[in-house]
């Protein structure tokens, strides 16, 4: 069967990803789950990709590798391409980025930390997004969990503080150093609730790298919210590359 490597995004950890862990192992892949250096405010792009690479290793003749990337997660599994044709591609309410183009650009139109004339570079963000450390931004678990049931808050404010952690600002701010978006062996899963990344958006993303889309109606925490259904999806592309000839 297939490799699988699951790739976290902004703020994200590896417990973020893991509840699809059981499902994909349960169809016969072998599953890793990529620890991004986001709490180093000099990381960059490329050091998140040198993570997946380092856990990738060597191309294997006789088995497939799906790697898969949620959201910010996107830019990263992008530049692993590049460097290793060989892997197929699952994007998860992920973006997209063009050459040269950081998130920070592709939510605001522009970098807001270049704007002398914007007191707090997150506004656009309505408080989700808020500074931390030196270098480092973290997300307001009290405005998150505001936007729950109010019989959920507690619980998915705990939930919040196991899977979510600090984020280089730098890394947000790069222009992504691919040489192009790409194309071939791609899928993309749509979560159609989305509040972070609007559902059209994702669309749009994967229309640009051709991918074949899937689509889970949950908001963004997609390996939280489904991950039966996202194990059982992703256990698919797994076993389809795994019966190529």
Do not use: K, N
């Amino acid at each position: 069967m297939a490799r699988v490597v699951l790739v976290h995004g902004a703020f994200g950890t590896p417990q973020e990803l893991a509840p699809v862990e059981p499902f994909l192992a349960d169809a016969g892949h072998e599953v890793a789950i990529v620890d991004l250096p986001c709490t180093d405010p000099d990381a960059g792009l490329g050091d998140y990709a040198d993570a997946v690479i380092a856990e990738l290793g060597p191309p294997e003749r006789d088995r497939e590798t799906l790697v898969v990337g949620h959201s910010f997660g996107g830019a990263t599994i992008g530049l692993v391409r590049d460097r290793r044709p060989d892997v197929a591609l699952a994007y998860v309410a992920a973006v997209v980025l063009e050459p040269g183009q950081s998130l920070l650009e592709l939510f605001f139109g522009s970098d807001p930390f270049d704007d002398p004339d914007v007191e707090d570079p997150w506004q656009g963000f309505e408080g989700l997004i808020v500074d931390a450390s030196p270098g480092l931004c973290r997300l307001d678990f009290d405005v998150m969990a505001a936007a729950a049931p109010e019989d959920e808050r507690d619980e998915f404010r705990a939930t919040l503080e196991v899977t979510q952690r600090e984020q280089g600002i730098a890394a947000m701010r790069e222009g992504w150093p691919g040489a192009s978006v790409p194309t071939g062996r791609v899928g993309y899963v749509v979560a159609t609730r989305d509040t972070m990344v609007e559902p059209d958006m994702q669309r749009s993303m994967a229309a640009a790298v051709g991918a074949s889309v899937h689509e889970i109606a949950t908001d963004h925490e997609v390996f939280l919210e489904a991950p039966e259904e996202l194990g059982a999806h992703l256990a698919e592309l797994a076993a389809a590359l795994s019966s190529r000839e």
